[in-house]
């Protein structure tokens, strides 16, 4: 039963029930309804597009929307905070039930392979240095450094999924993949300055053919 409690699925299929009717809701309402969950589903969904190979770019959208949720964590917001703009986008019920069966299952799967254990990890003070853990991932989303977008995003995904299931092994393998992050920045840094580099003298090549 106290595994039950802490159910993400069950929370969603509550929600998708609240919202039956086909009447448009507001995101502001739908984040209300998840409570203190909203921080995790957040934090998965922005970053589970940079967990496979994407065009170029989109880690650093998704990387900007990160700094949001990494700041709030750190001054210990209790609900999730968003400009008044995006809390008034107005959602149609169909597609939010149509989402929440669509991701249901995968949670579902994920709840049989997590649960509460190391709960202390996942509370004050340990979430301020989640949100740092988060901030600093979120800026090596935004550069765009070849191969080193991936490893970033699995960390904030598996830490998300931590802090809905109150796992704190999930948060642990995060810091894992966090400093593997870490790792992988220089690298990225440094292939990005070769790739410069080159095209730089490539292009200098050219034009002092041109001119001659």
Not at 137 to 161: D, E, F, Q, T, Y
Request: contains cysteine; charged residues 15%.
């Amino acid at each position: 039963m106290r595994h039950q409690k802490f159910k993400t699925s069950a929370l969603l299929l509550e929600l998708r029930e609240a919202f039956a009717d086909d009447h448009p809701i507001f995101l502001a309402e739908v984040l209300r309804k998840l409570e203190n969950r909203a921080f995790g589903l957040l934090l998965f969904a922005l970053a589970a597009p940079n967990c496979v190979p994407n065009i170029p770019g989109i880690s650093t959208v998704f990387g900007v929307l990160l700094l949001a949720p990494a700041l709030q964590l750190i001054l210990g917001a209790k609900q999730v905070w968003l400009p008044r703009q995006i809390l008034n986008i107005e959602i149609q019920p169909s597609t939010l039930r149509a989402g929440i069966d669509k991701f249901v299952p995968l949670l579902v799967k994920m709840e049989k392979m997590f649960r509460p254990r190391l709960e202390f990890l996942t509370t004050r003070p340990f979430t301020i240095l989640l949100g740092i853990q988060v901030l600093i991932l979120a800026l090596i989303l935004i550069l765009p450094l070849p191969l080193a977008n991936m490893v970033p995003g699995m960390s904030v995904a598996i830490l998300a999924v931590g802090l809905m299931q109150k796992d704190g092994f999930l948060i642990l393998l995060s810091m894992v993949f966090f400093w593997f992050s870490l790792l992988l920045a220089p690298m990225g840094f440094g292939m990005m300055y070769a790739a410069v580099y080159w095209l730089w003298h490539y292009l200098l090549g050219i034009f002092a053919q041109l001119q001659g």
